[in-house]
């Protein structure tokens, strides 16, 4: 038997299904007169009627019934699969890479794999640490999350948490040893912990500001670490001053495990920010990754 024309096969099944040729030709785009004569060549092939028609409705005869009955779970289950096909287009896939300081992987990034991840299965988000004071957004990293929105050219800047501030504390039992400082001049008496930056190599200079006065301190200190957390238990542990981000020790200051000084010399400053190349069109997996990251909308470019 010649093969079938399925144009007109899907042509019969809308019209058994709508009971009339007019509500059929509406449904497929169609006029009345192009689908009548689209039928009469099915029954013409089929030398056989398949719809009995009356003025007021269309129905299928014994034999449109069982053709019906054979077809019409076949077209549910390609429309099926075509709705399928354009949900898997348009389902964000694939891996997204974002270097990070682990401060920020904690506090932003983490938190926003929390929410997003479980909603969408083929969605990779990869989290690189080991460099986190670069933060490039160079490949194979999709984008880098730094402090403040100062950029490179050709990059963007969205940010993606609050304002934040730094802190210097020490526990009760260095300040039984050490009266505690009131300027940042004074630190350079006291015993600090140094924070050697990944990245440059080189230790981090104490950055403070009052009133829009800016100073910068370098100190000295036995102790000289590479990562946030052992600062922070060096300061626990009573081995100096420590200068840390805020959020960080905010607890051990409320229960007492450290004391805090020079706050009023601890002003907020722009937090962190998602920095990427400046494209127009983005992937759909990136895409999503930065609406949900998103912190106020606002975003820098050069």
Same mark, same amino acid.
């Given at each position: ?8 096969? #899907?042509?019969?099944v809308?019209?058994?299904? =709508? ?6 030709a ?6 009345q007169?192009a ?7 099915l029954?013409?092939?089929f030398?056989?009627r398949?719809l009995?028609?009356?003025t007021?409705?269309?129905a299928?005869?014994? =034999?449109?019934?069982?053709?019906l ?7 549910q289950?390609?429309?099926a ?5 354009v949900a ?10 974002i ?14 794999l =929390?929410?997003? #991840? ?7 988000v990869e ?12 490949p ?5 999350v ?7 050219r ?9 304002? #934040?501030?730094m802190?210097?504390v ?9 009266a ?9 008496a006291?015993?600090c ?7 440059m190599?080189?230790?981090a200079?104490?950055e403070?500001?009052r009133?829009?006065?800016p ?5 000295e ?21 420590a ?13 007492g ?8 010399w601890?002003?907020?400053f722009a937090?962190?920010?998602?920095h ?9 997996a ?14 820098s470019?050069?």
């Open positions: 038997m010649a093969r079938e024309n399925y144009h007109e096969l #899907l042509a019969f809308t019209v058994a299904r =709508a009971g009339s040729f007019t509500r059929a509406t449904q497929l785009g169609v006029s007169s689908l009548s004569h689209t039928i009469r060549a029954e013409t092939r030398d056989m398949l009995m028609r009356t007021r409705s269309v299928p005869t014994e =034999a449109g019934a069982r053709l009955a054979t077809l019409a779970p076949r077209f289950e390609i429309e699969a075509l709705l399928d096909l898997v287009r348009d389902r964000p896939a694939g891996t997204v890479r270097t990070a300081s682990g401060h920020a992987a904690d506090t932003i990034l983490l938190p926003m =929390a929410r997003l #991840l479980p909603q969408y299965p083929a969605l990779n989290i690189d640490t080991s460099d986190a004071m670069v933060a490039t957004a160079l194979p990293a999709d984008a880098g730094r402090l403040g929105e100062h950029l490179a050709g990059m963007v800047a969205m940010r993606i948490g609050p304002d #934040l501030r802190a210097v020490g526990a009760p039992a260095y300040f039984a040893r050490q505690a400082p009131t300027t940042p001049q004074q630190l350079t006291h015993t912990i140094n924070l050697r930056l990944p990245a190599g080189n230790l200079t104490w403070f500001s009133d829009g006065y100073v910068n301190v370098r100190v200190g036995q102790a000289v670490l590479n990562g946030v957390p052992q600062v922070r238990a060096a300061a626990l542990a009573g081995l100096g001053l200068w840390t981000l805020e959020d960080v020790v905010q607890e051990d200051i409320a229960a495990r450290l004391v805090r000084v020079l706050e009023d601890c002003a907020p937090g962190y920010h998602l990427y190349p400046s494209r127009r069109q983005h992937a759909p990136f895409a999503l990754v930065l609406d949900a990251l998103r912190y106020d909308g606002a975003a470019t050069t």
